[in-house]
């Protein structure tokens, strides 16, 4: 059976690095890669105000996504707040429309857009919908509250916290099919959510595994020196990401240990960092950088090593990070914590990921002591092996198959 694939996206993501290599990334993969189940067209709709239509600075971004993805179609599906969003149901009929009696999968980021192509399948009866769950966002509520578990809420905290548990769980029942970012996020949904058992995982993935192409003019760019080992983070400054009281404290450590580590960090919050590091007297400069992100896996590639260090809170063990993905298709090795979610069991050996557990009070020695002979010994050397977990789990030319997998059971092919 034909099919079109229609990605829905809400508010303002799309103008995010992340929502470009997760959504949009993926929907050019669906377009391009005509093995299997492929779709007939595919299209992305943004859910925005109807003002956006008109807006400069909103054209110059869809004008990037479309010179980025030139194989989709992006569509703004606008509508006006004190009127209750209209005209965007009549924008969506209209655009649904145009495509024909050919069946329609509505893959949804986020249950706002989910919500929309619910109320929207009852004009398109043999439509269907997905729901793609990147988080468990009624905890990443309260974690921007300060509040790092839900056991812990109290009060409007806690009434909030269940009154968002409870849209996620009315909008699943609605939905044709779920699918999520990690094995452990899929479990909490079964369990907590009651999602179906036939949910799906496909993590956070890029759409190239590159190569050492620009290792060395980077690294010279850089200042890096051929003897240097370079350590970097690479992600936002957030109070989830745990770097000022993880990540900044273990490089500090290690760096003093180990003389010849350098820290490159690449953040859009260099601002916020520069404060973080007023307290650290690193003997090299750390080096910050904001890079593109179409440039992210070029400077990635200087390093030899990522680092990713959360506390095991419910966030982050059922999230997937896609700095994982950067990171390995990059040909670096990560040095995780135990619990962050998102790591593939197979991928934790001396080659790939090794694993601290610095959220546990006093284990900063302990971990230093592991990490420094892993350097030593120079099992992180083997690029090769993690661009080889990468192709094989991280990779939006592999994962779609899974995707497409669940639009064949939906229109029953």
């Not at 034909?2 to 997760?22: C, R």
């Not at 994982?324 to 670096?332: C, F, R, V």
């Not at 914590?337 to 694993?355: R, T």
Request: with cysteine.
């Amino acid at each position: 059976m034909k099919y079109n694939l229609i990605h829905i996206t809400s508010a303002g993501e799309y103008k995010t690095p992340l929502v470009a290599s997760q959504l949009f990334d993926q929907a050019q993969t669906q377009s391009m890669k005509q093995v299997g189940y492929a779709p007939s067209k595919v299209q992305v709709w943004i859910l925005s105000p109807f003002r956006e239509l008109f807006d400069n600075k909103a054209s110059s971004k869809i004008k990037s996504l479309q010179q980025r993805c030139p194989n989709i179609s992006i569509k703004i599906i606008g509508g006006i707040g004190r009127l209750k969003d209209f005209p965007q149901v009549l924008g969506a009929i209209i655009a649904r429309t145009s495509l024909g009696s050919t069946p329609a999968i509505y893959h949804c980021r986020g249950e706002l857009a989910a919500q929309f192509a619910v109320a929207l399948k009852k004009y398109f009866p043999n439509d269907r919908v997905v729901l793609d769950v990147r988080g468990y966002w009624p905890a990443e509520m309260l974690y921007k509250r300060g509040i790092q578990m839900p056991e812990h809420a109290v009060g409007k905290d806690i009434a909030d916290y269940n009154t968002a548990v409870g849209v996620l769980s009315s909008i699943i029942s609605k939905v044709d099919a779920v699918t999520t970012v990690s094995a452990e996020l899929r479990a909490l949904l079964i369990n907590k959510i009651n999602a179906p058992e036939d949910t799906t995982v496909v993590p956070c993935c890029v759409k190239h595994i590159s190569d050492d192409r620009d290792r060395v003019m980077v690294r010279k760019e850089l200042g890096f020196a051929d003897g240097d080992i370079v350590v970097v983070y690479s992600g936002t400054a957030t109070a989830y990401q745990h770097l000022e009281d993880l990540t900044l404290p273990f490089l500090y450590e290690l760096s003093k240990r180990h003389k010849a580590i350098r820290v490159l960090i690449m953040s859009p919050d260099i601002d916020v960092v520069k404060n973080m590091l007023a307290e650290y007297d690193f003997s090299h400069p750390v080096v910050l950088k904001n890079v593109p992100q179409a440039e992210v896996a070029k400077y990635l590639s200087a390093a030899d090593a990522g680092i990713l260090l959360r506390k095991p809170t419910l966030v982050n063990t059922v999230a997937n990070p896609v700095k994982i993905a950067e990171y390995l298709a990059s040909g670096l090795s990560i040095i995780a914590e135990e619990g962050v979610g998102g790591i593939p069991q197979f991928a934790i050996n001396d080659q790939v990921i090794i694993q601290t557990t610095l959220a546990e009070e006093g284990s900063m020695v302990k971990n230093l002591i592991k990490v420094d002979a892993w350097l030593n010994g120079g099992a992180y050397k083997n690029r090769n092996a993690a661009r080889e977990v990468a192709r094989k789990y991280y990779d939006w030319n592999t994962s779609v198959d899974i995707h497409r997998a669940t639009y064949s059971r939906l229109l029953k092919t």
